[in-house]
């Protein structure tokens, strides 16, 4: 049942980021020879904008497709990291476009340009309209689990208040015939536009990093097993990573001898998986206290003194 889920789900994202794709860079082309002949920098920062979005889009359509390749001897766990790497290489393509962005920005407050107004409203109207169905289509579904989807849907956002701003500069120097607005507003978008770009590198460098899901805290994931759990003692050796929107898991349990270790095995892993919908774990179980320097690493209780280890290996899978 689960597998059927996710595969509907990959075919959704491949077909939203396909969609969404095809508008954006078409658009794109718009804004740029819109853009060109208008003198707008806000129109041509907007096409920037959308370039970066049509190679995030493409990038994140090729993860999905080949994050859905099954694992092998030498990629145990596919290919589902490509997709935290799309979406740290669309960050980091963000941050470099906005850069450029505000450096021409700067320069035309020393050299102002003559803007066609008129021209600029018209494809920064449509460039607008263009944005809200590329939004629209990628944020629904699954786009709030999966980490790709969300950093297309974030450059579109970024185009969505770009094509805004393009709007407002527009309108003031059809009004008024203050050029340097076309700037202002190109610089106010750029800033908003880091804002989210950053957050994005943070989240899935962290990812690329193996560190732990936000969504998880491992220090309340050890005392809820021993809380919960009776045979437990304590816990010790985590780690715990993601692999594209997947998190595993591997720990050491001290317990009390059970009469049935498949049942407390299986209890374990029903409530990693019920609890903190950990889907992937590998657990070993002991019955002797964790001795030797690695074992405070993760321990769960102060949990003292002993000889050596008992190991009883209990790995299991629920998919």
Request: charged share 15%.
């Amino acid at each position: 049942m689960a597998h059927t889920h996710s595969h509907t789900e990959n075919n959704g994202n491949r077909t939203r980021l396909a969609a969404a794709f095809g508008v954006t860079a078409l658009f794109m082309l718009a804004e740029v020879i819109g853009g060109w002949i208008a003198g707008s920098l806000a129109l041509l920062a907007d096409a920037g904008h959308m370039l970066t979005d049509a190679a995030a889009l493409l990038m994140a359509l090729l993860a999905v497709q080949f994050a859905q390749r099954k694992p092998d001897a030498r990629h145990t766990f596919g290919l589902l990291r490509l997709t935290t790497l799309a979406a740290f290489v669309n960050a980091i393509a963000l941050l470099v476009i906005t850069v450029l962005i505000v450096w021409e920005a700067l320069r035309r407050f020393w050299q102002p340009q003559p803007v066609a107004g008129g021209l600029m409203l018209g494809i920064a109207i449509a460039g607008l309209l263009a944005n809200l169905l590329s939004f629209w289509l990628l944020h629904r579904g699954s786009e709030e689990k999966n980490l790709n989807v969300r950093a297309a849907a974030l450059h579109v956002l970024g185009d969505l208040l770009g094509s805004v701003g393009a709007i407002v500069a527009a309108v003031i120097i059809i009004l008024t015939g203050w050029t340097l607005a076309d700037p202002v507003l190109s610089l106010l978008v750029s800033l908003l536009v880091l804002r989210s770009g950053w957050a994005l590198l943070r989240e899935s460098l962290h990812e690329l990093l193996e560190g732990a899901p936000v969504s998880v805290d491992v220090d309340k994931l050890k005392r809820d097993l021993t809380l919960n759990i009776a045979e437990v003692r304590n816990v010790h050796h985590v780690h715990l990573w993601q692999v594209g929107e997947k998190p595993v898991l591997t720990l050491h349990v001290q317990v009390i001898p059970p009469y049935d270790h498949d049942a407390l095995l299986q209890r374990i892993h029903g409530y990693l998986h019920q609890r903190y919908q950990i889907e992937h774990a590998t657990v070993q179980m002991e019955y002797q206290p964790c001795a030797g320097p690695d074992c405070e690493l993760g321990l769960a209780s102060a949990d003292g003194s002993a000889s050596h280890h008992g190991h009883h290996h209990g790995h299991s899978h629920s998919h």
